[in-house]
């Protein structure tokens, strides 16, 4: 059998290598395929490399996430479809999985305290002596005869909190005789609440490493005492058991490297920020800031996609086998992630992107618009217990959990636009 090396271009346009595989022509009757190598959606269809340009980019392109089913060019007859990497996808019931929750929430507050009571718990004391420090070390650097103290960073931060209840389009508006707010007005001048914005810092600028090629640069590093610190006070507040995983944008549209575009966000240019959050509450638990880049993983703990390396590194600070519930959308969600975070005693649900079944064969849309609303197919992994399972409401949407299924179908409610009126449609639980 010989191979050959060959560059496709995707639709992004990025060039990528691929394997070709190519059988020799003389194989004897007695090495014919075998019946594993009939039923492998895989067999003798070329198999995609990825080059390095792809692999350190974070593109939600489909053409440049390797799949499994990426080159399928027949789809097996028999409903029992087998792949290369070992996975058995039946018609069948998943195994019942014992999802209680394990671990326990702290004793509730007998009283409620104040809003002050609840900011200290984040801004902390020793967070804003650092503030008052590194400000005024940055003010010595410069020359400047510019001070502050505790009082004035809490005065501040106050300000800042105000401007964002009564909005203007200009800082000076709140000092200005025609515009005056007395809230803030009267408590700092304009003159010092501006040179607090000059000075204000959070770290020694003379130790930054403005190197980027350096192996200690770190981009973030004039606001990483200010992240840890926040990070690690939300850390301290228990989590429940049902976690979700998704992006969010802190909004700026000034000059930065890191700033990025989400065009379906609502605040689409700023600062990306991936954070675990409570899935009731909406309480975040923990956070990472988006750096253009992979996250540092210790060694064995990557399974291979940059999205899905950031729902383990924020499922580390959860305890192991306590049973907790992991939810994500497409961009994060793989088989190989929600395998991961089962070896780890964390359940998992997500939707999941169509050229990610890998091997899976479903219903298509098509098929699944003839059988009417609600309608669905669904298949499950016999070595794993992996259910992936499309369900038509008014598109056909692929979902993967790893303890969860069809059962108990429920009836949801939706609207009927030629009946005029809203419908119950059946709906898996998944």
Same mark, same amino acid.
């Given at each position: 059998?010989?191979?050959?090396?060959?560059?496709?271009?995707?639709?992004?346009?990025?060039?990528?290598?691929?394997?070709?595989?190519?059988?020799?022509?003389?194989?004897?009757?007695?090495?014919?395929?075998?019946?594993?190598?009939?039923?492998?959606?895989?067999?003798?269809?070329?198999?995609?490399?990825?080059?390095?340009?792809?692999?350190?980019?974070?593109?939600?392109?489909?053409?440049?996430?390797?799949?499994?089913?990426?080159?399928?060019?027949?789809?097996?007859?028999?409903?029992?479809?087998?792949?290369?990497? #070992? +996975?058995?996808?039946?018609?069948?019931?998943?195994?019942? $999985?014992? %999802?209680?929750? =394990? *671990?326990?929430?702290? /004793?509730?507050?007998?009283?409620?305290?104040?809003?002050?009571?609840?900011?200290?718990?984040?801004?902390?004391?020793?967070?804003?002596?650092?503030?008052?420090?590194?400000?005024?070390?940055?003010?010595?650097?410069?020359?400047?005869?510019?001070?502050?103290?505790?009082?004035?960073?809490?005065?501040?931060?106050?300000?800042?909190?105000?401007?964002?209840?009564?909005?203007?389009?200009?800082?000076?508006?709140?000092?200005?005789?025609?515009?005056?707010?007395?809230?803030?007005?009267?408590?700092?001048?304009?003159?010092?609440?501006?040179?607090? #914005? +000059?000075?204000?810092?959070?770290?020694?600028?003379?130790? $930054?490493? %403005?190197?980027? =090629? *350096?192996?200690?640069? /770190?981009?973030?590093?004039?606001?990483?005492?200010?992240?840890?610190?926040?990070?690690?006070?939300?850390?301290?507040?228990?989590?429940?058991?049902?976690?979700?995983?998704?992006?969010?944008?802190?909004?700026?549209?000034?000059?930065?490297?890191?700033?990025?575009?989400?065009?379906?966000?609502?605040?689409?240019?700023?600062?990306?920020?991936?954070?675990?959050?409570?899935?009731?509450?909406?309480?975040?638990?923990?956070?990472?800031?988006?750096?253009?880049?992979?996250?540092?993983?210790?060694?064995?703990?990557?399974?291979?996609?940059?999205?899905?390396?950031?729902?383990?590194?924020?499922?580390?600070?959860?305890?192991?086998?306590?049973?907790?519930?992991?939810?994500? /959308?497409?961009?994060?969600?793989?088989?190989?992630?929600?395998?991961?975070?089962?070896?780890?005693?964390?359940?998992?649900?997500?939707?999941?992107?169509?050229?990610?079944?890998?091997?899976?064969?479903?219903?298509?849309?098509?098929?699944?618009?003839?059988?009417?609303?609600?309608?669905?197919?669904?298949?499950?992994?016999?070595?794993?217990?992996?259910?992936?399972?499309?369900?038509?409401?008014?598109?056909?949407?692929?979902?993967?959990?790893?303890?969860?299924?069809?059962?108990?179908?429920?009836?949801?409610?939706?609207?009927?636009?030629?009946?005029?009126?809203?419908?119950?449609?059946?709906?898996?639980?998944?």
């Amino acid at each position: 059998m010989d191979a050959d090396l060959e560059i496709r271009v995707t639709r992004s346009g990025r060039r990528a290598r691929q394997l070709v595989i190519i059988p020799d022509a003389d194989i004897s009757e007695t090495e014919a395929e075998s019946e594993d190598d009939v039923d492998d959606p895989d067999y003798g269809t070329t198999v995609p490399t990825v080059s390095q340009d792809d692999e350190s980019d974070l593109s939600t392109d489909d053409d440049d996430i390797p799949s499994a089913n990426l080159f399928q060019t027949t789809e097996p007859t028999s409903s029992k479809s087998r792949n290369k990497n #070992g +996975r058995r996808w039946r018609s069948m019931n998943q195994a019942v $999985v014992d %999802t209680t929750w =394990k *671990d326990v929430l702290p /004793d509730c507050p007998d009283e409620v305290g104040a809003p002050i009571s609840y900011f200290g718990q984040f801004f902390t004391p020793d967070m804003m002596q650092l503030i008052v420090e590194e400000t005024n070390r940055y003010a010595v650097q410069n020359e400047s005869r510019f001070r502050i103290n505790m009082q004035n960073l809490e005065t501040y931060v106050g300000i800042l909190l105000r401007m964002g209840i009564a909005h203007l389009q200009r800082y000076r508006m709140y000092w200005s005789s025609e515009l005056r707010y007395n809230a803030i007005a009267d408590y700092m001048s304009r003159n010092m609440f501006e040179d607090i #914005g +000059r000075f204000i810092h959070f770290n020694d600028n003379s130790k $930054v490493i %403005t190197n980027r =090629k *350096d192996q200690n640069y /770190d981009s973030l590093y004039k606001i990483r005492p200010l992240l840890e610190k926040l990070r690690q006070q939300c850390l301290l507040v228990a989590p429940k058991q049902r976690q979700s995983i998704d992006e969010q944008m802190f909004p700026f549209k000034g000059r930065n490297r890191l700033r990025q575009y989400l065009p379906n966000k609502p605040k689409r240019w700023g600062f990306k920020v991936i954070a675990r959050c409570c899935s009731r509450t909406g309480f975040t638990h923990d956070f990472t800031l988006y750096e253009g880049k992979a996250p540092e993983l210790a060694e064995g703990e990557s399974v291979g996609y940059q999205p899905a390396d950031f729902v383990i590194l924020l499922c580390k600070s959860l305890s192991q086998q306590r049973n907790y519930i992991i939810y994500f /959308d497409n961009w994060f969600n793989f088989p190989e992630l929600q395998l991961r975070l089962k070896q780890y005693g964390f359940h998992s649900v997500g939707t999941l992107r169509a050229n990610r079944l890998r091997g899976c064969q479903l219903k298509s849309e098509k098929e699944l618009r003839k059988e009417g609303r609600g309608s669905y197919d669904c298949k499950v992994d016999a070595n794993s217990g992996l259910c992936i399972l499309r369900w038509f409401d008014n598109r056909a949407v692929q979902s993967s959990s790893s303890h969860v299924a069809v059962e108990p179908l429920k009836m949801v409610e939706r609207w009927d636009n030629k009946a005029k009126k809203h419908v119950e449609v059946p709906c898996p639980q998944l």
